[in-house]
């Protein structure tokens, strides 16, 4: 009986650890973050890009309406590309387009804005990135859609015509 | 009196640097539990990444603020899910990462004994 329990155990416990592994092997290595959404919005308090003046995220965000928040910043690349899409959103639909600039450096993000239109009806400034880190962000640029100060889709990564199809969609 | 005023400050100042240090240690403690998202298989005391920066700082001001480890590891699970946390929960996704170790002492816990129990038979 011994003789035969100790194979046994050996058996299972291998089997239990290949399976394990075979199932690893389907999985996708490529991690993708689950998108925590139907969220509040946090509360938080920056500057405005124009004005210098403190704002409060209350008086950003109104409920009822429907807001896009883009961090977006001159140096980064992707925005650049993402920029016409935000521009074409903003006159084809009465979304709110609010911008979040993130760790930029405001002569540089004046000149962004003047060289490629300025679709924001808001921009507030977070300088070390810990306002972004408050809406749950991985970096620039990212997009939240907002509704009755609830975040209810997320984009990681520059829009393109997919996603603004959908959020055109989730407007109507 | 010398003596006497040289422990008086001593011991004055000797408090505050304490505390100053188990507040750098704690810093230490959680950037190195917590995962830099944005980069690959590093802490986020590691790495150097904006995301990473920015998250330093803001654990500094929740330390300021006077929240204890385990909150603020519950505000950045909050945020960004259990992923970011290097000390994983016992749950459905982590029981065999849990228990695997547990199983295996077990089985050679069986094996030594029975393989003592064989010797003095």
Redesign the interface.
């Known amino acids: 009986m011994k003789n035969k329990l100790l194979p046994f155990s050996f058996v299972v416990v291998f089997g239990v650890i290949f399976y394990v592994f075979y199932k690893g092997l389907k999985d996708s290595s490529i991690y993708t973050p689950d998108l925590r959404v139907n969220n509040d919005i946090p509360v938080f308090n920056s500057k405005n890009f124009h004005s210098g003046k403190s704002v409060e995220s209350s008086s950003i965000f109104e409920l009822d309406k429907m807001y896009l928040l883009n961090i977006w910043s001159s140096w980064c690349v992707p925005c650049r590309q993402e920029h016409p899409l935000l521009m074409s959103l903003n006159s084809r639909t009465n979304i709110k387009i609010i911008g979040m600039n993130y760790k930029d450096n405001l002569k540089n993000a004046e000149e962004f804005l003047k060289e490629l239109g300025n679709p924001y009806k808001d921009i507030f400034i977070d300088l070390d990135g810990t306002i972004a880190i408050e809406w749950g962000a991985y970096g620039v640029p990212e997009s939240f859609l907002i509704y009755n100060n609830k975040i209810i889709k997320k984009y990681i990564g520059p829009l393109n015509e997919v996603s603004v199809n959908e959020m055109e969609l989730l407007i109507k | 009196m010398k003596v006497l005023s040289f422990f008086l400050i001593f011991f004055l100042f000797l408090p505050l640097s304490s505390l100053k240090g188990d507040d750098s240690g704690i810093q230490n403690k959680i950037t190195k539990n917590l995962r830099c ?2 980069c690959q298989g590093q802490s986020i005391y590691d790495s150097d990444s ?2 990473a ?3 330093k ?2 654990v500094d ?1 929740k330390i300021d603020e006077g929240l204890t480890e385990a909150q603020i590891y519950e505000y950045f699970e ?4 259990e ?1 970011i946390l290097y000390d994983p929960k016992l749950n459905k996704n982590t029981y ?1 990462l849990w228990l695997m170790p547990l ?2 002492f077990l ?1 050679g816990g ?2 030594i004994l ?1 393989k003592l129990k064989k010797k003095q038979n």
């Open positions: 998202l944005v904006e995301f920066n920015s998250l700082i803001l001001k909050n945020k960004y899910g992923w065999i199983l295996i089985l069986a094996i029975g």
